[in-house]
């Protein structure tokens, strides 16, 4: 089947670069990944991910990290798994 439809949509410009970076890096161009969305929206039959609205826990726990609250950094795994006893 040919692809002739045309989807068109707005996003912010800087968001628009970043995503398309990425996406060269993994080979992909703009069309092929829409193309690749759709296909998994059709095979599951709704989007191939959770779309949630964040419990009260998790909202708190996000702000905090973003602030930088209770965030434990370590300079290598080394460090972060004899934290985690691992």
């Given at each position: 089947?040919?692809k002739?439809?045309?989807?068109?949509?707005?996003?912010?410009?800087?968001?628009?670069?970043e995503?398309?970076?990425?996406?060269?890096?993994?080979?992909?161009?703009?069309?092929?990944t829409?193309?690749?969305?759709?296909?998994?929206?059709?095979?599951?039959?709704?989007?191939?991910?959770?779309?949630?609205?964040?419990?009260?826990?998790?909202?708190?726990?996000?702000?905090?990290?973003?602030?930088?609250?209770?965030?434990?950094?370590?300079?290598?795994?080394?460090?972060?798994?004899?934290?985690?006893?691992?």
């Open positions: 089947m040919s002739t439809a045309n989807i068109r949509a707005r996003v912010e410009p800087r968001l628009k670069i995503v398309e970076n990425i996406l060269s890096d993994l080979g992909l161009t703009v069309s092929e829409v193309h690749l969305l759709y296909r998994q929206i059709k095979l599951q039959r709704g989007l191939p991910f959770d779309v949630r609205i964040p419990n009260e826990l998790t909202v708190r726990t996000l702000n905090a990290s973003k602030k930088g609250k209770g965030v434990k950094r370590f300079g290598s795994k080394k460090e972060l798994y004899a934290d985690l006893a691992l």
